[in-house]
Structure formats: C-alpha cells, structure tokens
C-alpha cells in the first residue's frame, strides 16, 4: 500500500519534469511557429480568400520561404506607393525579428547572440533576398493576371534554387557570421524537404475539412521550427575560417541561377518567333466546301493556315486585322494581337460572315490561347443565333476565368500599383531578350482586369444556341487555380501537354477530324483526380487572390 501512494506521489512530479523539459528555452520555439501558421491558416479558411489558405504554413517558414510567402501577399495587397514601402518595411523588420529571436532561443551552447545585433544583421540578409525573390514574385503575379502556366514553371525552379542557395544566410547573419551562407548537405536536406511539406501542407488544406486542414498547417508549422532549429545547432558548433572559395560560393551560385533562368527564358523565346507569310487569298464570292477559321493566340503572327483538314473542309487564317475592301485578310503583326477583346471580335465578325455567304455553310472556329477568348467575346457579344454563321467552337488552351489580382492603368494609384510596375520592367526586359513585344498595358490585358464581368462571362457562359463548343485544356495550366470541377467530360477535358500548341496535337488532331466529321471522339485526357491533384499543389505557390469587390469594374 506505501508503495501505491509513493508512486502516485511521484507522478505528478514526473508529470512535472516533463513540462518543464518540453518547455526549455531550445523548445519553445515551437510555440511561435505552429500558432502563426495555425492562426493564418484559420483566418484564411474562416474570412477567405479561402483559396489562398495554401500560403498559411509558410509564414513560418524556413528563410528564404518565409520571406517568399510576405512579398506574394504584399505584391497584392498594396493600394498605394507609400503603403507597399509601409509593409516591405514592416515584413523585413518583423522577420529580421524573429530570427533574431529564434536564434537566440534554440542556441544550443552559451553566450547565444544579442537579440539588437542579430537583428541588425539578419534585417541585411532579407534586404538582399527581398531583391533576389523579387522578380519571381512578379513573375506568379503575371500568372494570376493572364492564367498562363507558363509563368509558373519559369517562376518557381528559380525561387526553389535560390532557397537552397542562400537559406543559412539568414540563420548565419543573425549569430555574427557575416556572408557564410554557403549550404551544408544537412541544410540542403531540410530545406528541400520544407518545399515538399509546404506543397503537401498547401494541398491538403485546399481540399480537406476544416480540422483536417488546421491539422496540417499545426504539422507543418512543427516541421518548419525542426528545421530552423537543427539548422542554427549547426551554426552554433565551432566552424573553421571559411576559405575565399567559400565565401564566393553563394554569389556565383546565384549568379548561374539568374543566368539560367534568364538565358533558358531568351532560348525559350526564340522558339515562339513565327515566320511572317504576306501572301493571302481573297475570300471568293462563291465556293464549296466547308470553312474553318483557325484562330491563332497572343503575340502571334500572319501565317497561312497549316491545319490539317478532313476532304471538303477548307481551313482559312483569322487576321486580328480584319479584311481589306478586296475581301482579303490583312497580314498582321505581333502587336495587332494587343488590341482590345471587342475590336479583334469586330474583326472575327466581318471574316465570319464573308466565309459564311461564300461558303453558304456555317462556318467552324478553331481557336488556342488569346484567340479563343476573341471567339468567346465575338459570340456572346455580337454574334446572332438567327443567322447560323456558326457551328462548332473548337476551344484550345483558352486562359480560364478572369484575373484574381489587379494592377492599376499609367498614372493612377490603386491596387497592386507596384506590382504593375514592376511587371513593365518585366515585359521591357522580355522584349530586349527576344520576339515576344509584350506589354503589361496591352488593351487586351487592361479588358481582362477591368471588364471583370465580361471577363467572367467569357469563362462561364454557355454557347450561343447552334453552336456546339469542344473545349481542350493542357494539363499544365491546371496550376492556374482555376476550379478543374466538371472535367473531364465529352466536350471538355484536359490532355498531357503544355500552354500552346495543342493545335498541333496529333490527340486533339484526331478530336478536331472527328468533330467535324460528326462522328464520335475519344474522351481525352487526365481524370478529375489528377486535376484536383495538381490544382491543390500548386496552391501554396501562387499569389493570393485580391478580395471580391477591390477591383474596379468597367462595363465593356
């Protein structure tokens, strides 16, 4: 009986000695980590952008995703010049801070550094990040403004690089050892495995219940604590004087980043550059046969129209230009495709209904990219069911939904103002590397942010009655984060492919036959799963979205 009431006696002292462990200096640092990114994650999930809570695991994250995770939501949320200087300064500040203070606390030795000092000092390492993260932050920004997959793909390999390049920089700052941000193998190690938790984290909180969700932002806030921890115990061990190899590691490794990026992006340019054809032919007064406007997309070029058709279907090439007074369409160069959405729908209107009267059939669009967009606006703004002028809209990578952020005209303050600039640095900088003469204030882009209705029409609404419309996706632009619900089905699907191109496809070659013929065609593509796979992972990726209601509306 003595020995019961001994053990129960000792219980609670053990009880005790545990929490007293748990809650030793090195340990606490937990706390913070998981109650921000619990906290940040409900927020989100409870007030929206609830698509945006993908990103609340990272805001504590290992440097530099931490500081990756702070310029996306500021790249949005900024409505003046003063405000985005206001919350730069404030996130380098708030995250020089805690490193500072994490780094005193999960010190594993004596005489951890001074918090003034280790602030100062890793306040440094986040001025430099904020600069080298900078442009592909923009970069995602562009996604979320023209729904393009490709910004994401040349986004996000060189943020991921550069993580694994410069992430001690900060730990190593804030303990006094200045510019050894070399990596170890042990560093590499968990900084590639945070990329890996945070897209898990980020998928499973966009597709699963609430408590699951907060489940998984709680793990991954622990997971981000072990990280920073084992990386500052590292530090903290005795370190021989770094060689001036070392030293110049960091800096060399960055600078073939950027050379990579930026040369594979100039190489992938060239690529795109189309060969100009001046030769057309006059739509005839008369002809038999079946007509099919092929419909080229953004910054494209006059080319005759190389569609492979079945017998009696004649393929013509859509001009952004129009017709001239011969009937015959205009050559036209890259910067026509920069017209407003309605003036190229104007010009589809006119060679529509001249193939139509020739051909006294009606006539078959098939149209990728920015062209298919043209195509949506044409029938749902101008065209007439009562005249028959179409069949079939055969719909090609069309970007899908409307902008989620928003940036403000030449000029003006207003949401995402510098963000707007600094995407015309971008396009400045595309145009100088190669063919592509993009501009960030092309009236197409300007309808797309501010026309948002007509925006959202295009991507929802049905087809005119008569019309029956097949529409194609790649798989890659699911990470878009366009709601992939409802695909795939008999007349829409997604394929294995990348933006662009599908027109070439020798998959969707056969589907464009088939539709034509009026015969049965195989129902492409990727399940709804994957879809939703892929959509979820990209998440933790993207920009936020900009609340409903911020952005102007302007009917067009």
């Not at 990756?68 to 500040?93: C, K, T």
């Not at 059939?361 to 065209?383: C, D, F, H, M, N």
Request: include cysteine.
């Amino acid at each position: 009986m003595a020995s019961l009431i001994e053990k129960a006696l000792r219980e609670p002292t053990r009880a005790i000695t545990r929490v007293r462990r748990a809650l030793r200096a090195e340990n606490v640092v937990f706390v913070p980590a998981v109650l921000a990114a619990l906290i940040e994650t409900g927020l989100l999930l409870a007030f929206g952008p609830r698509d945006a809570a993908g990103l609340g695991p990272q805001v504590s994250a290992p440097p530099p995703f931490d500081l990756f995770h702070d310029l996306r939501w500021i790249s949005v949320y900024h409505l003046s010049w003063w405000m985005l200087g206001l919350e730069l300064g404030v996130a380098l500040a708030l995250r020089s801070l805690y490193v500072a203070w994490f780094v005193q606390r999960a010190w594993p030795g004596p005489n951890p550094p001074s918090m003034p000092k280790a602030f100062v000092r890793a306040l440094s390492f986040y001025a430099i990040a904020s600069v080298l993260l900078l442009p592909w932050v923009v970069l995602l920004f562009a996604l979320a403004v023209s729904k393009v997959s490709y910004f994401f793909f040349v986004a996000l390999p060189p943020t991921v690089l550069l993580a694994l390049v410069i992430h001690r920089g900060a730990m190593t700052q804030a303990a006094g050892q200045w510019w050894r941000w070399a990596p170890t193998l042990r560093s590499l190690g968990w900084v590639a495995a945070a990329f890996v938790w945070l897209t898990l984290a980020g998928g499973i909180i966009s597709e699963t219940p609430v408590p699951v969700a907060l489940l998984a932002a709680a793990g991954a806030g622990a997971l981000n604590a072990m990280a920073d921890r084992s990386i500052v115990r590292r530090i903290a061990q005795p370190a021989r004087p770094p060689r001036v190899t070392s030293r110049l590691l960091v800096p060399a490794l960055v600078t073939v980043v950027f050379g990579v990026a930026v040369g594979g992006t100039a190489a992938g340019l060239s690529t795109t550059r189309g060969v100009s054809d001046d030769v057309t032919t006059p739509i005839p007064a008369s002809a038999f046969g079946h007509p099919v406007l092929v419909v080229a997309g953004f910054d494209s070029r006059w080319a005759a129209a190389t569609l492979q058709l079945p017998d009696g279907f004649f393929a013509w090439r859509y001009s952004y230009r129009g017709l001239d007074a011969e009937r015959e369409p205009v050559p036209y160069q890259p910067g026509d495709t920069h017209q407003s959405l309605l003036a190229s729908a104007r010009a589809m209107a006119a060679q529509i209904d001249a193939l139509a009267a020739a051909y006294r059939q009606p006539v078959t669009i098939v149209a990728e990219s920015e062209g298919a967009l043209v195509a949506r606006v044409y029938l749902l703004k101008l065209y007439r069911p009562a005249g028959l002028a179409v069949d079939r809209l055969i719909v090609l990578d069309m970007p899908s939904g409307l902008p989620v952020v928003y940036y403000p005209r030449r000029g003006s303050e207003g949401w995402g103002v510098g963000s707007g600039w600094a995407l015309r640095g971008v396009a400045a900088l595309v145009r100088a590397l190669g063919p592509l003469q993009v501009s960030a204030d092309a009236p197409v882009l300007r309808n797309l942010m501010e026309c948002r209705s007509l925006a959202a029409e295009v991507a929802t609404a049905p087809a005119p009655a008569g019309v029956q419309q097949i529409t194609v996706r790649a798989l890659a632009d699911v990470v878009d984060g366009a709601s992939p619900s409802g695909l795939p089905s008999a007349d829409t699907f997604v394929i294995t492919a990348t933006h662009g191109g599908l027109v070439k496809d020798h998959s969707v070659q056969g589907v464009i036959d088939a539709v034509l013929l009026g015969s049965q065609h195989e129902t492409l593509g990727v399940g709804l799963r994957t879809l939703r796979v892929v959509s979820a992972f990209s998440s933790a990726w993207r920009v936020p979205r900009l609340a409903q209601g911020l952005a102007p509306d302007t009917a067009c």
